[in-house]
């Protein structure tokens, strides 16, 4: 079997680097990735000629411009712009050098805001997005919709997965700024530590979400990546060709909440604020067409939960405040 050289763009971030995790085990592959210093994937002429100078098989665009509520209302221009120029340069670049098989990671924030649950891949562009993170949204959307193009007009192989909530090792554990999963785990970790006999959560605890670890994502994009073609097109539509990745169930804040303390070995009192915001009731995946192609998730929520601490412990003196 021929060794297959595979670009990782954004090997550093938290999918990336599960992604690169999950390849190096394969004698087949050699693995390429690039630090910014390395390579700016905002310059267009640089991508450009890493492309011709390098002879790419794969690639996996896991590279975005990331954060929070507060972040995407707050740099709603950098969000777009960044987002559709690392896609751009990539996408157009790959076609430029003549590389066939490329991989592009979105979000579930592509689908309208008030989207029938659970979301299925046919719900995209039926109605308004979510006003917060608008620019994010259609930045991802563009990208599957380029995707699309190049396949449709030039014959490529480049497909999109659309991740639900994803959580797990070289996440973002920072107090102020990170997403559900890792805040918990700090909190309660540090409420453990200095005998705090109380953690107060916010909402009501009823909303219901869906978590993925990043190792079942990086298997997800993997297995996606190396379909074969036959049966890639008699799942997908020319139009309609993103690929929704999640477990297909959810479960609510409070059960989360609880989950996380145990894990930790917190044993204090529970309190939810229900005059603090709950969001979207629900929002869950229809991973339906993942399922038909071959692929479902592996990793329970309190095994994820688990693993997911124990990286913490080992790594918080990085991400102290």
């Keep these: 079997m021929s060794i297959k050289t595979v670009f990782v763009a954004g090997h550093l971030g938290m999918v990336g680097s599960a992604i690169v995790r999950q390849l190096s085990a394969s004698k087949q592959i050699n693995l390429l990735t690039c630090t910014r210093a390395q390579l700016d994937l905002l310059d267009q002429h640089a991508v450009f000629n890493f492309f011709k100078q390098n002879k790419v098989d794969q690639v996996y665009l896991a590279a975005a411009k990331v954060g929070g509520i507060v972040a995407n209302n707050t740099y709603p221009a950098e969000f777009i712009y960044q987002n559709l120029t690392i896609q751009n340069n990539i996408i157009h670049g790959a076609h430029l050098a003549d590389v066939n098989d490329l991989l592009f990671l979105g979000s579930s924030c592509i689908y309208p805001k008030l989207a029938q649950q659970p979301m299925a891949e046919t719900a995209l562009l039926t109605d308004t997005l979510e006003p917060t993170n608008e620019p994010y949204a259609i930045a991802k959307i563009a990208g599957i919709k380029m995707c699309e193009s190049y396949n449709r007009q030039y014959g490529r192989n480049y497909r ?100 996380v303390a145990q894990e930790v070995g917190y044993s204090g009192k529970i309190e939810f604020d229900a005059t603090k915001p709950d969001g979207a009731p629900r929002k869950l995946m229809d991973v339906s067409r993942l399922a038909s192609l071959g692929w479902t998730a592996n990793i329970a929520l309190a095994q994820g939960l688990a693993s997911t601490y124990e990286w913490f412990l080992a790594n918080q003196d990085s991400f102290r405040k």
């Excluded at 990043?214 to 890639?232: E, F, G, K, R, W």
Aim: glycine share 6%; charged share 20%.
């Design 160 to 259: 999109s997965v659309m991740p639900t909530n994803l959580y797990g090792e070289n996440d973002n554990f920072h107090p102020e700024n990170s997403h559900v999963i890792p805040a918990l785990i700090r909190r309660f970790h540090e409420a453990k530590i200095n005998g705090d006999h109380e953690v107060v959560a916010w909402g009501s605890g009823k909303p219901m979400r869906e978590f993925l670890h990043v190792d079942d994502m990086a298997a997800a994009s993997i297995y996606v990546m190396n379909l074969d073609q036959p049966t890639y097109n008699a799942n997908t539509q020319p139009m309609l060709s993103h690929i929704n990745v999640g477990t297909g169930v959810d479960c609510t804040i409070r059960e989360l909440v609880e989950t």
